[in-house]
């Protein structure tokens, strides 16, 4: 039975310090406060659906270190299937330094580790995974060769495909023929369709354009501004829900989380990606990246009390 959301992605530990503001290059500032949690974009993808209430799998490779150690068992704490998580003893465990001012805004660093050696035959031996799930979601903090196995291996065992390309890098089209739900940010969206970062691009033209490369649906998050919606048969915009922002490392892998959960559910795509908005809205009045994920409950009574 397709009943699960696979998780394709990468896992970390984040080591968090909050600043007044951001340093520049040669600078050293003193911090206010200092934390450790779990991270990388495709473990906090599994914990926000898994916290949502959905059956989730990861596929991750991972260090035989105490940090390794620790990240699985909080997976298996918050209910997330680790059987298709491999144990790497050559190389170490992700890890993410992070850097967040006062308003909010974050600079990361990362040492993927294990990360960077998951592979096109790690993922060719989870097809299994791939049988038993509606819905894979993958993003690109991991090699191309198991992003592209992974699209085509979904697509042979007809599995919706949501990928959210960060860090954004260009993409073949045999991976982009084969999405059916593309959810970049602005910069990742230009980036996608070969424009510089700084660019001044409608988000309206990225979509259409990256629709033209074969992409089922396009879902642009435009941070405060909300998201737009494209496809082949209909184009709209989603307001983003006010909210005092404290961190928003986590708020775009919330939004992904939570727009799987709501589509393997059934939910129509502007209630679903409604839905998604709340959840990321959430997360960024929080600190650190799996701690600020929000749980079901949370998410019902935020919308709730706007209607």
Do not use: W
Request: glycine share 8%; charged share 25%; hydrophobic share 40%.
């Amino acid at each position: 039975m397709k009943d699960r959301i696979l998780v394709v992605g990468p896992s970390n530990t984040d080591m968090i310090i909050k600043l007044e503001r951001l340093p520049t290059p040669g600078e050293t500032l003193i911090g206010s406060e200092f934390a450790t949690a779990g991270g990388g974009k495709g473990a906090n993808q599994a914990v926000q659906c898994a916290r949502l209430g959905a059956p989730v799998i990861l596929l991750a490779r991972i260090g035989e270190d105490p940090f390794g150690d620790r990240s699985v068992e909080q997976f298996k704490e918050e209910g997330i299937d680790t059987s298709f998580i491999i144990r790497d003893s050559e190389h170490h465990s992700g890890i993410a330094l992070i850097f967040v001012d006062k308003k909010g805004e974050n600079m990361i660093a990362v040492a993927p580790g294990s990360n960077s050696f998951l592979s096109k035959e790690d993922v060719e031996r989870a097809r299994e995974a791939f049988r038993i799930s509606s819905t894979l979601l993958l993003q690109l903090e991991i090699p191309l060769e198991p992003v592209e196995a992974s699209v085509s291996l979904a697509k042979e065992e007809g599995t919706t495909v949501i990928l959210n390309p960060a860090p954004a890098r260009p993409l073949p089209q045999s991976v982009l023929s084969n999405v059916d739900i593309l959810v970049p940010n602005e910069t990742e969206a230009k980036i996608l369709c070969g424009f510089p970062p700084d660019e001044d691009i409608p988000s309206p033209k990225l979509g259409s354009l990256l629709l033209e490369k074969g992409v089922k649906q396009v879902i642009i998050t435009l941070g405060a501004k909300g998201s737009i919606y494209l496809s082949e048969k209909e184009q709209f915009e989603v307001s983003a829900f006010k909210v005092e922002a404290v961190d928003t490392t986590a708020a775009g892998d919330s939004f992904c989380g939570a727009l799987a959960v709501a589509l393997a559910e059934g939910k129509e795509i502007k209630e679903a990606i409604r839905f998604a908005s709340a959840c990321a809205a959430i997360c960024a009045t929080r600190l650190g990246a799996q701690p600020s994920l929000p749980y079901r409950e949370e998410v019902e009574d935020f919308l709730s009390q706007r209607i």
